[in-house]
């Protein structure tokens, strides 16, 4: 019974999130040996972890405590001092100069992962994360702060959302790209069953919406993966009119205005809503927070070199750059010579003002394209200053599992409660109010309970827009 509960509780994101792992996958999947073995080995390991004061210690400061005393590479991630905890021999000292020499880069092979992320496409063309594209949690983690300096509690939220939205939750690997049979419970065995995993590039999910800085909206074209020339031509642009030659805040916010609206207007499926919004807000803002040559804000420069490289945009013509019709065309994303990280980390805190700031220059309207070519309204009462806006955000994260499977599952208080106790120490690090609707003692009624407090941070637009109709498969 005790293991049951693992299984359901371990699998359960996927399931209630994600409907593409569907219910007679999980049956398969609990009474499958191999997978009850490779469950039990690692809740063996937790439990071991559990007890050893290090790892504790690891856990408490993780935004999904618990889940990440699995993931390989997380634990340098949170103990380097970029978060006030031990000093290591890689700690952060100021700046930090790249490229280096243990990570030459590679361009990608033909059955390598690549996605619509250029700064996971960087790190794996250096092989900070798996050459493959296919890569865990931990390692996403341990890469992002080797290279960009990104906070342990914003990598977890943002790889953990990669890995339960369009990965595998048990060996927490995803493809940074588009589906792959290498990924799926027991390396794809049961992926006939379960489905294969997305990709952090499923449309729609956690990390991937429309509007993107440099790709195309899935609806449009089918590819929401490629570099769009003409695109980063746009950003380009504005980086001459806003920036002052560079790409700055001022810069991409004005290249976010201008896309949601030409997104908004082509495309009769357009999706967004949060929480997935808000990451692509927050994409935009990386672009100088993280590719700046040195901590934007402070002597960092989001110069024409480093932000090119770190996208794979190459000029046409060189010594044009001052030219705002010059074009571009791709290739391989790779680290700028003689470039300089972030000194600071940026956390979840740093991040979410970023994407406030996004937010309220363009004003975007939240929800989705409905099926009469109406729209179906998001959120409506939206918080305007970062804190605030970041409690809200993280229940829009939970919000965002919809309650259309719920009655399906016995364990249903198990699995919610599950879901809310691992986010729950991300709101306390923030001094937000956890306000989960409380399963327990509910039974089925839990659903109708759920689904009020949901339409709070993401409106009817959830269940009833166009694009958003992969919650209902």
Known sequence: MRLSLVLAAVAAPSTLAFPWLRPEGIEALMNHPEARKEIERRLKAYEGAESNKLASRQVNTGLLNGVTTLLGGTLQAVLDNVLGLIPTDGAVKGLKKFPEANYPYKAPG?????????????????????????????????????????????????????????????????????????????????NSVLGTPSGIAGHGKFNEGDASATRDDFYLTGDNISFQPELFKQLHQQALAKGDGTYSVDAIK????????????????????????????????????????????????????????????????????????????????????????????????????????????????????????????????????????????????????????????????????????????????????????????????????YSKWAKTYTGEAKTKAVGSGWYKK
Request: aromatic share 12%.
């Open 110 to 190: 033909p059955t390598d992962q690549r996605g619509p992320c250029p700064g996971l496409n960087t790190l794996a063309n250096h092989g900070y994360i798996p050459r493959t594209g296919i890569a865990t949690v931990g390692q996403i983690n341990a890469g992002t702060a080797a290279l960009f300096n990104m906070g342990a509690d914003l990598s977890s939220l943002l790889a953990v959302g990669g890995a339960i939205d369009g990965g595998d939750i048990i060996s927490q690997k995803m493809s940074i790209g588009g589906p792959d049979s290498r990924v799926g419970v027991l390396n794809g065995a049961l």
């Open 254 to 449: 004005e290249h976010f205005k201008n896309r949601y609206a030409a997104s908004k207007a082509a495309n009769k499926q357009f999706y967004f809503n949060l929480p997935s919004s808000a990451v692509v807000m927050g994409a935009y803002y990386f672009i100088p927070g993280f590719f700046s040559n040195g901590t934007i804000g402070a002597g960092g420069v989001a110069n024409e070199a480093s932000i090119t490289s770190f996208y794979g945009a190459k000029p046409t013509r060189q010594g044009a750059w001052k030219d705002p019709s010059l074009t571009y065309t791709h290739v391989p994303e790779r680290i700028p010579e003689n470039w300089y990280r972030r000194a600071t980390p940026m956390t979840i805190p740093e991040a979410v003002a970023g994407i406030l700031d996004v937010y309220l220059y363009a004003k975007p309207a939240m929800g989705g394209g409905g099926a009469d070519n109406s729209w179906v309204l998001g959120p409506l009462d939206i918080p305007n200053n970062p804190q605030a806006f970041s409690c809200f955000l993280y229940n829009a994260i939970y919000a965002n599992f919809p309650s259309e499977l719920f009655n399906t599952f016995s364990l249903v208080q198990t699995l919610a409660n599950f879901v809310g106790g691992y986010l729950a120490p991300g709101y306390k690090a923030l001094g937000c109010q956890v306000n989960f609707p409380d399963a327990s003692g509910q039974g089925t009624s839990y659903a109708d309970t």
